[in-house]
């Protein structure tokens, strides 16, 4: 199969690239409905007709995963147009600052009914509806080459450390992107990749163009992970390791499944055994939005590396932080100011991680330590939470945790954590005595928390939501 042209300045979208090689292999699919490369390559140019009759220049994308989303994404590249998907989870009035900012000039809405903070009132009222008409079966209609080094999305930031920031990425950013992917995840026509990713997250934009480089079809997610495993069968799937835990409760869905992304640190081996012998490749990775997703990636490990940096990226660690650069390095954040690109002089972008390099039987791979943001100050000593909750998912009976400073007037801060169980909550007492071979005495949390009912809309744990809410609950409990 030809590479894509990666290098190239102007040249097609990926989308009418395999559209002319692979015109009736399956490029979208869900229950509703199943789209060839050459029916979605159609149809996104037929999109792109309207947005430019439309004289549209910054459209904001808001709703679940939908056909008509991914529709967009690839009408707004043949347009020029720049796509900016973002969350419904927003409360109104932040979704009308964002707009703002943005400089946004029009909204496509999905289900209004189920989003928003008032079902009665439409979200950014101000700005008006993008909807593609129903005549977007049109053929005909000649594609253009692109600039690949041109924006044609904003991903928002998680905004971990602030208010989230806006980046720009290019095609030319996505491609070498997927390309890296492809070295260790390679994906061939017939295969899927199941979108459970948000468009609004880096990992979700990542899918789509991972599947169009390889030609393979991208997998819309109906209702549950489960119940999108059992009713369409996709061969790739992006999970965190409570999804997996549970689907593991029920093995035979995983049948399809050839290789699984996973977010978070080590796996159990208790649980990497159960996935070779169901056959499944599970792979670990270090990403961010900055990267255009995945910077290192290997095979889930009980160690908690992230595996060796794929092809297309450069990383190195000064100070004990990651920086980085390569070919999928974002354009820069847009502000109301322009694009700006904060990096160092020779071209590194600082990631504000923490890691260092352990050696695997030659080969390097990269050990994160957690954000330089989250550390604190434990009686004059410096606390990494991240170390704290990999210690604690070395448990069998714990998936995920979450440690967090809490003012202390003696110590200035003190270190509690949120747990994930399993099944049932280990006791304070058992948690104390399991930590004591692992960590320092005063890294040991002093209070366990049960884990909140908080959505997840990526591979990375929302800490600031599970903190807020675990807290609230906590103290709603005590009146």
């Known amino acids: 199969m030809a590479e894509l042209a990666v290098k190239t300045d102007r040249a097609l979208s990926p989308l009418q690239q395999t559209a002319r090689r692979l015109p009736?292999?399956?490029?979208?699919?869900?229950?509703?409905?199943?789209?060839?490369?050459?029916?979605?390559?159609?149809?996104?140019?037929?999109?792109?007709?309207?947005?430019?009759?439309?004289?549209?220049?910054?459209?904001?994308?808001?709703?679940?995963?939908?056909?008509?989303?991914?529709l967009l994404y690839w009408g707004c590249i043949e347009a020029g147009v720049l796509f900016c998907p973002l969350s419904w989870r927003f409360p109104a009035a932040q979704l009308e600052e964002l707009a703002n900012r943005l400089g946004i000039d029009a909204v496509f809405v999905g289900e209004e009914a189920e989003i928003g903070d008032d079902a009665n009132k439409p979200l950014l009222?101000?700005?008006?509806?993008?909807?593609?008409?129903?005549?977007?079966?049109?053929?005909?209609?000649?594609?253009?080459?692109?600039?690949?080094?041109?924006?044609?999305?904003?991903?928002?930031?998680?905004?971990?450390?602030?208010?989230?920031?806006?980046?720009?990425?290019?095609?030319?950013?996505?491609?070498?992107?997927?390309?890296?992917?492809?070295?260790?995840?390679?994906?061939?026509?017939?295969?899927?990749?199941?979108?459970?990713?948000?468009?609004?997250?880096?990992?979700?934009?990542?899918?789509?163009?991972?599947?169009?480089?390889?030609?393979?079809?991208?997998?819309?997610?109906?209702g549950s992970v489960a119940d999108s495993l059992a009713q369409l069968k996709p061969t790739h799937v992006s999970l965190v390791a409570a999804q997996l835990a549970t689907l593991l409760e029920t093995p035979q869905l995983l049948a399809p499944v050839k290789a699984l992304l996973l977010g978070g640190g080590a796996m159990p081996s208790a649980m990497q055994e159960r996935l070779l012998a169901l056959g499944i490749k599970a792979f670990c990775s270090y990403g961010l939005t900055e990267m255009s997703s995945q910077v290192t990636s290997?095979?889930?490990?009980?160690?908690?590396?992230?595996?060796?940096?794929?092809?297309?990226?450069?990383?190195?660690?000064?100070?004990?932080?990651?920086?980085?650069?390569?070919d999928s390095l974002f354009l820069g954040?847009?502000?109301?100011?322009?694009?700006?690109?904060?990096?160092?002089?020779?071209?590194?972008?600082?990631?504000?991680?923490?890691?260092?390099?352990?050696?695997?039987?030659?080969?390097?791979?990269?050990?994160?330590?957690?954000?330089?943001?989250?550390?604190?100050?434990?009686?004059?000593?410096?606390?990494?939470?991240?170390?704290?909750?990999?210690?604690?998912?070395?448990?069998?009976?714990?998936?995920?945790?979450?440690?967090?400073?809490?003012?202390?007037?003696?110590?200035?801060?003190?270190?509690?954590?949120?747990?994930?169980?399993?099944?049932?909550?280990?006791?304070?007492?058992a948690l104390d005595a399991f930590l004591q071979t692992r960590i320092a005495r005063f890294k040991r949390p002093r209070s366990y928390l049960p884990w909140p009912e908080v959505a997840a809309v990526g591979l990375k744990v929302p800490r600031k939501q599970v903190i807020a809410a675990a807290l609230a609950a906590s103290h709603q409990s005590r009146k």
């Not at 999109?47 to 009759?53: P, T, V």
């Not at 095979?299 to 004990?320: F, M, T, W, Y």
């Open 24 to 70: 009736h292999v399956e490029a979208l699919r869900s229950n509703q409905l199943c789209l060839s490369y050459r029916d979605l390559a159609a149809r996104a140019l037929a999109i792109a007709g309207e947005l430019k009759a439309r004289g549209i220049r910054r459209l904001a994308v808001i709703g679940p995963n939908s056909a008509a989303q991914v």
């Open 333 to 429: 954040y847009l502000t109301p100011n322009g694009v700006e690109r904060p990096l160092t002089p020779d071209g590194w972008f600082a990631s504000k991680d923490r890691g260092s390099w352990i050696d695997d039987d030659g080969a390097l791979k990269l050990k994160v330590e957690g954000r330089l943001d989250n550390m604190f100050i434990c009686g004059g000593e410096n606390l990494q939470p991240e170390e704290v909750e990999a210690a604690l998912c070395q448990h069998p009976d714990i998936v995920e945790a979450i440690v967090f400073p809490a003012p202390d007037p003696r110590f200035g801060a003190l270190p509690h954590a949120i747990i994930k169980a399993a099944a049932v909550m280990p006791s304070p007492d």
């Open 298 to 326: 290997g095979a889930a490990n009980s160690e908690g590396h992230s595996g060796s940096l794929l092809p297309g990226r450069e990383l190195k660690i000064e100070d004990g932080q990651i920086l980085l650069r390569g």
């Open 125 to 222: 009222p101000s700005l008006p509806r993008f909807c593609p008409s129903d005549a977007v079966q049109a053929t005909g209609i000649p594609a253009s080459e692109l600039d690949w080094h041109a924006p044609v999305n904003l991903v928002l930031t998680s905004g971990s450390s602030g208010a989230p920031k806006a980046a720009l990425h290019s095609l030319n950013n996505h491609i070498a992107s997927a390309e890296g992917a492809a070295s260790l995840i390679p994906l061939v026509p017939g295969d899927g990749w199941l979108l459970s990713l948000p468009l609004f997250h880096i990992g979700g934009i990542a899918i789509l163009n991972r599947c169009a480089h390889g030609g393979a079809a991208v997998v819309l997610a109906e």
